[in-house]
């Protein structure tokens, strides 16, 4: 504990920006050095954009155990499953510029490659169902055979297709639109017809359309084994991949090639440029406001959460503050949550360098209500 305090003194742990008031911020940062005063979580990385534009990128414990290498605002994290509302965004900017539609047919928009037909429901695969999981495709990434393959061959770099194929010839979970089950599988899809369409790839798609528009240096793709500023990620002893503890080796490399998320996430990130996104994305100028009332329209996804519903790429939580809007995501090591609160106009995003959900003494999501109460206090603390 005591490396831990004199890594932070060397080491400022919070960027405040102008405009910030520093009794919030102190406030804030006391809250996240709380959370890893135990040492079970490392590290977390927390952002927040306030209803009059003003950001905060904090940061608070350890980017590295054996190293005790201090986690800073500028550490990139994997963000898991909040990478697919960058897929989402692309594909909804498409739908704004009339080259794709919400209700056309995957294989239509993919030209009908020959392994398609094997895919379940694949005659009634459409733009919106593979948005809204509501396809009963198999969620590739939990096939045992398919991380199998991951470890196995750590260096490989997997194709869209050679992903796709771990559920060809599967018996749908249900039939197209008659439920929900998540499932990165979908968002594949859909990042293959992101290429398809724009004849582009994706991430430089979202490069093009959103990363270099917003000023996000601090997202980045998540598209190599060795990756710029990555913290070290603990999955646990007990992780139900079968993969070490510590997701980057001696080298800095990472164990297996975390490339193979791609559209399913494929990004790593910080608190802060995830904020800003959330901020961007859901009360900014990203979407057309009739598009975003569509992505905001949620339908029942209880498999994901109580009360939760599921969007075009977003999920809405209902809450204390009204309801938030946003995505949740997990990676081997790394657990990721941002929000927004349309009724406050307020972005809230955390992140953690571990997966192991028995070391947070509360849920990520119960976090960034408490960021968010901090910011609604009386302005007497802020001033």
């Given at each position: 504990m005591i490396a831990i305090l004199l890594a932070a003194l060397a080491f400022p742990s919070f960027q405040e920006h102008a405009g910030a008031p520093a009794e919030l911020t102190r406030a804030l940062q006391a809250r996240l050095d709380a959370l890893v005063a135990d040492g079970k979580p490392p590290g977390v990385s927390a952002g927040l954009v306030l209803?009059?534009?003003?950001?905060?990128?904090?940061?608070?414990?350890?980017a590295d155990r054996s190293k005790k290498t201090p986690l800073t605002p500028h550490g990139h994290l994997c963000a898991g499953s909040t990478g697919k509302t960058f897929v989402a965004a692309t594909i909804l900017q498409l739908v704004q510029a009339g080259a794709i539609a919400l209700d056309d047919f995957a294989g239509d928009l993919l030209e009908s490659p020959p392994w398609f037909e094997r895919l379940p429901n694949?005659?009634?695969?459409?733009?919106?169902?593979?948005?809204?999981?509501?396809t009963g495709l198999e969620r590739h990434e939990f096939l045992p055979e398919f991380m199998g393959a991951v470890l196995a061959n750590p260096d490989r770099v997997w194709k869209p297709e050679e992903i796709v194929a771990y559920v060809l010839d599967h018996e749908?979970?249900?039939?197209?639109?008659?439920?929900?089950?998540?499932?990165?599988?979908?968002?594949?899809?859909?990042?293959?017809?992101?290429?398809?369409?724009?004849?582009?790839?994706?991430y430089e798609e979202v490069q093009r359309r959103f990363l270099t528009p917003l000023g996000l240096k601090d997202v980045v793709p998540q598209d190599a084994r060795?990756?710029?500023?990555?913290?070290?990620?603990?999955?646990?002893?007990?992780?139900?991949?079968?993969?070490?503890?510590?997701?980057?080796?001696?080298?800095?490399?990472?164990i297996l090639n975390p490339q193979f998320e791609w559209a399913g996430g494929g990004f790593i990130t910080t608190g802060g440029d995830l904020a800003r996104w959330a901020h961007a994305l859901y009360g900014g100028a990203v979407l057309e406001e009739e598009t975003r009332a569509k992505m905001l329209d949620g339908m029942d996804a209880r498999e994901i959460g109580r009360g939760l519903r599921y969007g075009l790429g977003a999920m809405l939580w209902p809450g204390a503050h009204g309801t938030s809007v946003g995505h949740a995501g997990f990676f081997p090591g790394y657990l990721t949550e941002m929000h927004y609160w349309p009724e406050h106009g307020i972005a809230v995003a955390v992140q953690v360098n571990t997966s192991e959900y028995a070391a947070l003494d509360l849920p990520l999501g119960k976090l960034c209500e408490e960021l968010l109460d901090l910011t609604l206090k009386p302005v007497a603390v802020h001033r």
């Amino acid at each position: 504990m005591i490396a831990i305090l004199l890594a932070a003194l060397a080491f400022p742990s919070f960027q405040e920006h102008a405009g910030a008031p520093a009794e919030l911020t102190r406030a804030l940062q006391a809250r996240l050095d709380a959370l890893v005063a135990d040492g079970k979580p490392p590290g977390v990385s927390a952002g927040l954009v306030l209803a009059d534009g003003t950001e905060l990128a904090l940061a608070a414990g350890l980017a590295d155990r054996s190293k005790k290498t201090p986690l800073t605002p500028h550490g990139h994290l994997c963000a898991g499953s909040t990478g697919k509302t960058f897929v989402a965004a692309t594909i909804l900017q498409l739908v704004q510029a009339g080259a794709i539609a919400l209700d056309d047919f995957a294989g239509d928009l993919l030209e009908s490659p020959p392994w398609f037909e094997r895919l379940p429901n694949a005659g009634e695969l459409t733009v919106e169902l593979l948005l809204r999981h509501r396809t009963g495709l198999e969620r590739h990434e939990f096939l045992p055979e398919f991380m199998g393959a991951v470890l196995a061959n750590p260096d490989r770099v997997w194709k869209p297709e050679e992903i796709v194929a771990y559920v060809l010839d599967h018996e749908a979970k249900f039939a197209a639109g008659s439920d929900f089950a998540y499932s990165d599988t979908n968002y594949i899809l859909l990042g293959m017809i992101v290429e398809h369409v724009t004849k582009k790839p994706l991430y430089e798609e979202v490069q093009r359309r959103f990363l270099t528009p917003l000023g996000l240096k601090d997202v980045v793709p998540q598209d190599a084994r060795t990756l710029p500023g990555l913290a070290n990620g603990y999955a646990g002893a007990q992780n139900p991949f079968g993969v070490p503890d510590e997701m980057l080796g001696a080298d800095g490399r990472f164990i297996l090639n975390p490339q193979f998320e791609w559209a399913g996430g494929g990004f790593i990130t910080t608190g802060g440029d995830l904020a800003r996104w959330a901020h961007a994305l859901y009360g900014g100028a990203v979407l057309e406001e009739e598009t975003r009332a569509k992505m905001l329209d949620g339908m029942d996804a209880r498999e994901i959460g109580r009360g939760l519903r599921y969007g075009l790429g977003a999920m809405l939580w209902p809450g204390a503050h009204g309801t938030s809007v946003g995505h949740a995501g997990f990676f081997p090591g790394y657990l990721t949550e941002m929000h927004y609160w349309p009724e406050h106009g307020i972005a809230v995003a955390v992140q953690v360098n571990t997966s192991e959900y028995a070391a947070l003494d509360l849920p990520l999501g119960k976090l960034c209500e408490e960021l968010l109460d901090l910011t609604l206090k009386p302005v007497a603390v802020h001033r």
